[in-house]
């Protein structure tokens, strides 16, 4: 009884308080803008077409943005220019390119610089063309790929550029290097999501894939400025790329696909990038990681090596915790209980017997050596366990 009370007071209480007719048209009006935006699940949607993949995981798709990062001369654009030579290329073994990027070579590429000048473009344009394998053919430049050289105008003329090269041309992949010159100030949270809200918007809108190159922060992998944050949030992947001597290693920071597996390459004599063989001593050139071997010898709880973290490196909290995080990803650090450890370290135990950490399956410390272990189904033929008078515990 009291439902149908309340349904008739409210349906008085419309007849009572009618709209008005600029309600309804407001009304109305709301409806109309609101509707392109409703989503419609009765409506089929086309499946994810990706533009590069590295070992058949989805790096860039059609419709969204992604971001390359790293420190300065990490080699960002020799990555960013191999992946889409790479990507593009003709489908022969002659052609020097990464053979780790599924081939689509009807792919069109609008490449924007702002950082440099016109002679180091050429050679960006230059490798390119070598790494599709339109050099060989006689070819001075890759006739799939526009090349704008900004450096010399304004942030908001470079945008205005970009714009129109859009209204001339169609295009499947974008590549903004660097995508911080399209704005005044890295560190102006408006400025910056307003940036990246409109890469998002015209990706969509143009049906392409936008590659942004920007900085990371001095001895960290963070990408530079409140830019830098939101393309990490707003991308699709986010690539780091960092030297370790003469090779540089890639690895994905943040994929919202399948991420793909980590990567390195070096520059040959003629000055193209090649695939090479991840370092083996990439563990010993990270500092964090040296100073839990070197400073707290090997192991150290990870509450106190991020405060050491906070002092010496000047790191935020949150972005000394990340460093950690990666690290054990990547298994340059170990982490046992609230312990973080070199991948050697030996760890005392509660029975005071010390055991090494590592990822090779041996465990040392213990008498007799263990090796090849492997890991348990059954036990049968149980016998009682004597003392061993040969066992120093």
């Not at 308080?17 to 086309?46: G, I």
């Not at 052609?95 to 950082?115: A, G, Q, S």
Request: charged letters at 25%.
């Amino acid at each position: 009884m009291s439902d149908n009370s309340n349904l008739n007071a409210a349906v008085i209480d419309r007849i009572i308080n009618a709209p008005t007719p600029e309600q309804l048209l407001e009304e109305d009006m709301a409806r109309e803008r609101v509707v392109p935006y409703v989503v419609d699940m009765s409506k089929e949607l086309p499946d994810i077409e990706p533009l590069i993949s590295i070992n058949g995981a989805c790096v860039c798709s059609r419709g969204n943005i992604s971001a390359i990062c790293g420190e300065a001369k990490s080699r960002k654009t020799f990555l960013t220019s191999a992946l889409v030579a790479s990507a593009i290329s003709l489908p022969a073994r002659c052609i020097n390119n990464f053979k780790n990027i599924d081939n689509n070579m009807y792919l069109n590429v609008l490449w924007v610089d702002t950082e440099q000048g016109e002679r180091h473009v050429r050679k960006v344009i230059s490798r390119i063309a070598t790494m599709t394998g339109a050099a060989v053919t006689g070819l001075r430049c890759e006739p799939r790929l526009t090349t704008l050289a900004l450096r010399e105008l304004a942030p908001h003329d470079r945008k205005a550029m970009l714009y129109d090269a859009l209204r001339v041309g169609v295009y499947d992949i974008i590549v903004i290097d660097g995508i911080a010159d399209l704005q005044r100030n890295t560190n102006d949270l408006e400025e910056s999501d307003a940036l990246v809200a409109e890469l998002m918007a015209l990706s969509t809108r143009t049906n392409t894939h936008i590659i942004c190159v920007l900085h990371t922060n001095p001895g960290s992998d963070k990408a530079r400025g409140h830019l830098g944050s939101s393309l990490q949030r707003k991308s699709e992947s986010v690539l780091f790329v960092h030297r370790v001597g003469e090779r540089s290693v890639v690895e994905p920071q943040f994929c919202r696909n399948e991420p793909f597996e980590r990567f390195a390459f070096a520059i040959n004599a003629e000055g193209i990038p090649e695939l090479c063989d991840l370092p083996r001593n990439e563990g010993e050139r990270n500092d964090i990681v040296s100073i839990v071997d070197e400073v707290y010898g090997g192991a150290i709880e990870r509450t106190t090596l991020v405060n050491r973290l906070i002092e010496t490196k000047g790191l935020k909290r949150s972005t000394a915790s990340m460093q950690i995080k990666r690290l054990i990803d990547r298994g340059l650090l170990v982490a046992n209980d609230n312990l973080v450890c070199t991948p050697t370290a030996e760890v005392a135990t509660s029975d005071d017997a010390f055991v090494t950490l590592s990822r090779c399956h041996t465990v040392t410390g213990v008498c007799p050596n263990v090796t090849d272990v492997t890991d348990v189904t059954s036990v049968t033929d149980v016998t009682n366990v004597t003392d061993d008078d040969d066992c120093p515990f």
